[in-house]
């Protein structure tokens, strides 16, 4: 006769048992031996996983909806989380390539403050050794697979966010960024920042740059916007310990609308020439492309869609920022028609990705 499951029978190994059992019901796992030595009784010890950063996960794993995601940022306040932030910098390259983020930041990490490094190539170069500091290497993995995995090392803080390698925050980066998360509603779910064009100015650089972030060209004039790789803070909430799937990132994280905030603008530096920019965004289109191959229920469709707004309302969309930008007198003469050889080459990317596939486009990117 089959019986239902729960806790064990009084026996001379009941305690274990109960807490053991206590443990999986809470958090959905099997207990280590560690967390069944707690000290109190069973009342307590379900009062402390029900605080714990286990239950946590598996509360999150479960969301489904905003509203979800919502609830937790309402039951656990920042202050009863041992960090309010926790940066990243995601790079496929060496950490060495970061090393103008990492010394911007490094001295104000600490207990509410902290930053990982998370990369796809070993570095000969030894990694300072900061307080609130650490780097995690996953060799051969490309950007896009390493920011699925960041849920798996999110610590518990109440903001989580994520920076490029050639993003460097500004002076006023971290203070601006730690105001504008202190106002925002429990509603709020993410907040993108802004990107500055200050270093690589040369024209081809120029055309790569607005090609990708004419909107969040800093200082941004629209109120909401979707998210930018360069600078998005997001609610820890939005994700347990699951990784997301590929891609999943950028579009849950990424593809919402969000307030667009000026105060915590970075620097954008990537050096390209023509060739450099002509490569570099066939291979933006080539992921994109393969991408729509492999996930959209209508490919040719969506491909179709793709490249008719690229070559046309992007291109007009472009245009329109850039003739009321505050800061267009910086741009050099013919940076529009730079633009328009850029969205045809991503364009191209995306027809070749999308009948062939990527190959290593998705290892070159930065």
């Given at each position: 006769?089959?019986?239902?499951?729960?806790?064990?029978?009084d026996?001379?190994?009941?305690?274990?048992?109960?807490r053991?059992?206590?443990?999986?019901?809470?958090?959905?796992?099997?207990?280590?031996?560690?967390?069944l030595?707690?000290?109190?009784?069973?009342?307590?010890?379900?009062?402390?996983?029900?605080?714990?950063?286990?239950?946590?996960?598996?509360?999150?794993?479960?969301?489904?909806?905003?509203?979800?995601?919502?609830?937790?940022?309402?039951?656990?306040?920042?202050?009863?989380?041992?960090?309010?932030?926790?940066?990243?910098?995601?790079?496929?390259?060496p950490?060495?390539?970061?090393?103008?983020?990492?010394?911007?930041?490094?001295?104000?990490?600490?207990?509410?403050?902290?930053?990982?490094?998370?990369?796809?190539?070993?570095?000969?170069?030894?990694f300072?050794?900061?307080?609130?500091?650490?780097?995690?290497?996953?060799?051969?993995?490309?950007i896009?697979?390493?920011?699925?995995?960041?849920?798996?090392?999110?610590?518990?803080?109440?903001?989580?966010?994520?920076?490029?390698?050639?993003s460097?925050?500004?002076?006023?980066?971290?203070d601006?960024?730690?105001?504008?998360?202190?106002?925002?509603?429990?509603?709020?779910?993410?907040?993108?920042?802004?990107?500055?064009n200050?270093?690589?100015?040369?024209?081809?650089?120029?055309?790569?740059?607005?090609?990708?972030?004419?909107?969040?060209?800093?200082?941004?004039?629209?109120?909401?916007?979707?998210?930018?790789?360069?600078?998005?803070?997001?609610?820890?909430?939005?994700?347990?310990?699951?990784?997301?799937?590929?891609?999943?990132f950028?579009?849950?994280?990424?593809?919402?609308s969000?307030p667009?905030?000026?105060?915590?603008?970075?620097?954008?530096?990537?050096?390209t020439?023509?060739?450099?920019?002509?490569?570099?965004?066939?291979?933006?289109?080539?992921?994109?492309?393969?991408?729509?191959?492999?996930?959209?229920?209508?490919?040719?469709s969506?491909?179709?869609?793709?490249?008719?707004?690229?070559?046309?309302?992007?291109m007009?969309?472009?245009?329109?920022?850039?003739?009321?930008?505050?800061?267009?007198?910086?741009l050099?003469?013919?940076?529009?028609?730079?633009?328009?050889?850029?969205?045809?080459?991503?364009?191209?990317?995306?027809?070749?990705?999308?009948?062939?596939?990527?190959?290593?486009?998705?290892?070159?990117l930065?």
């Amino acid at each position: 006769m089959s019986q239902e499951s729960g806790p064990p029978a009084d026996g001379p190994a009941a305690q274990t048992g109960d807490r053991a059992w206590l443990f999986r019901a809470v958090t959905g796992q099997t207990a280590a031996a560690d967390h069944l030595s707690h000290p109190g009784d069973a009342a307590q010890f379900v009062t402390d996983l029900l605080a714990s950063s286990d239950y946590r996960n598996r509360f999150r794993d479960a969301a489904r909806e905003d509203a979800d995601i919502v609830a937790a940022v309402e039951l656990w306040p920042p202050e009863t989380r041992p960090h309010d932030l926790h940066i990243f910098v995601v790079t496929g390259d060496p950490w060495s390539k970061s090393r103008a983020s990492i010394e911007r930041l490094a001295p104000r990490l600490g207990d509410r403050l902290v930053m990982t490094v998370l990369t796809g190539k070993a570095d000969d170069e030894p990694f300072p050794d900061v307080p609130g500091l650490e780097l995690i290497v996953i060799p051969g993995q490309s950007i896009f697979q390493l920011r699925a995995r960041l849920p798996e090392f999110m610590k518990e803080s109440a903001w989580v966010i994520s920076i490029e390698d050639h993003s460097v925050p500004t002076q006023d980066w971290l203070d601006g960024l730690l105001a504008t998360l202190a106002t925002v509603p429990s509603t709020c779910l993410a907040v993108t920042g802004t990107a500055a064009n200050l270093t690589s100015t040369k024209p081809w650089a120029w055309a790569n740059f607005l090609f990708n972030f004419y909107r969040h060209w800093h200082p941004a004039a629209a109120p909401e916007l979707g998210g930018t790789v360069a600078t998005t803070a997001f609610r820890r909430d939005m994700a347990g310990r699951r990784p997301f799937a590929i891609h999943a990132f950028e579009s849950r994280v990424l593809g919402r609308s969000m307030p667009v905030s000026n105060a915590f603008p970075v620097n954008h530096t990537q050096h390209t020439r023509f060739i450099e920019a002509t490569l570099h965004v066939i291979d933006n289109g080539l992921v994109y492309g393969a991408s729509l191959r492999r996930n959209h229920l209508r490919p040719r469709s969506a491909l179709f869609h793709s490249v008719r707004h690229v070559l046309g309302g992007r291109m007009r969309d472009i245009a329109e920022v850039l003739a009321v930008h505050p800061r267009r007198a910086e741009l050099p003469p013919g940076t529009l028609a730079r633009i328009r050889w850029i969205a045809w080459c991503h364009s191209l990317g995306a027809v070749l990705g999308a009948l062939v596939g990527s190959g290593r486009a998705h290892l070159r990117l930065e």
